[in-house]
């Protein structure tokens, strides 16, 4: 069996695994360990020196589409990175070559979804440049997207919430749930800052949380204390001792010295 039909074999068993419910990620990842040592045989990207056949070129992309897929399942940030990296070659380099993946907006949405999710705003305007402006905002995939991004620029933290309902693929909620937590974070830091005291019911409507439980947890998060009427305090009732200011204190002495000198004269 050549190098190509080995791969293309291990590859099928990945995508019927992947594509079962639930998953047996372990088994997959054997797979895909699998592949990668095999595909480092084959000159699956052409370079200047070596031609690679078109059929290798979709095998090896099909094979990191579901290795970026399988590092979101496993939560695998880094590897994700990597993984849609390479993809990215075949997406945009070869396109004309091998013509266009049916999963490609599906994980182009997803790698843009993930850079807002860790703020990493420059890099995601960069990758919207690389699209043209019909697929910006029409597809079904980059639109909602592009929606999530200017909702934290307007400060609509409450149509960001709602979005988590309806993402574009069962794909995005890893990142969804990333990107809501942040935006949590934010909220939490502007109560601490607009309000002198808040009732833990108010607190959960704000920051979007469904139970009482899940507030006492987030409040436990922020070292938020819990009176006994229900309310979060914000304001520092200690009673600790006025600090003098040294400029008051060196204005304290230049008067004491200049009354000294007063009664010299």
Request: some cysteine.
């Amino acid at each position: 069996m050549s190098g190509c039909a080995c791969i293309e074999t291990i590859y099928k068993e990945l995508k019927t695994d992947f594509n079962k419910k639930p998953q047996n990620l372990k088994k997959c990842g054997q797979s895909l360990d699998k592949i990668k040592i095999a595909l480092t045989k084959l000159a699956f990207l052409p370079t200047k020196d070596v031609k690679s056949s078109k059929s290798e070129m979709v095998l090896a992309r099909d094979v990191l589409e579901i290795a970026v897929e399988y590092s979101v399942a496993t939560r695998d940030i880094p590897a994700f990175e990597r993984y849609m990296s390479q993809l990215k070659c075949y997406y945009y380099d070869y396109k004309k070559v091998i013509g266009e993946s049916k999963n490609m907006f599906k994980l182009l949405g997803l790698n843009l979804l993930f850079l807002l999710s860790v703020n990493r705003v420059s890099e995601f305007h960069t990758e919207l440049e690389l699209l043209s402006a019909d697929i910006i905002h029409t597809n079904e995939y980059i639109g909602p997207i592009l929606a999530l991004e200017q909702y934290i620029m307007e400060g609509r933290y409450n149509k960001i919430f709602q979005a988590k309902s309806s993402a574009p693929s069962e794909i995005y909620n890893y990142f969804m749930d990333i990107l809501l937590s942040t935006v949590r974070d934010e909220i939490g830091a502007c109560i601490e800052k607009a309000y002198d005291k808040i009732s833990m019911l108010e607190a959960a409507k704000r920051l979007n949380l469904k139970t009482s439980e899940e507030m006492e947890t987030y409040g436990k998060k922020r070292n938020w204390v819990l009176d006994v009427n229900g309310f979060y305090n914000f304001v520092d009732k200690s009673t600790k001792a006025k600090e003098i200011l040294p400029s008051v204190e060196l204005a304290e002495q230049a008067i004491f010295y200049a009354r000294e000198l007063e009664m010299i004269v």
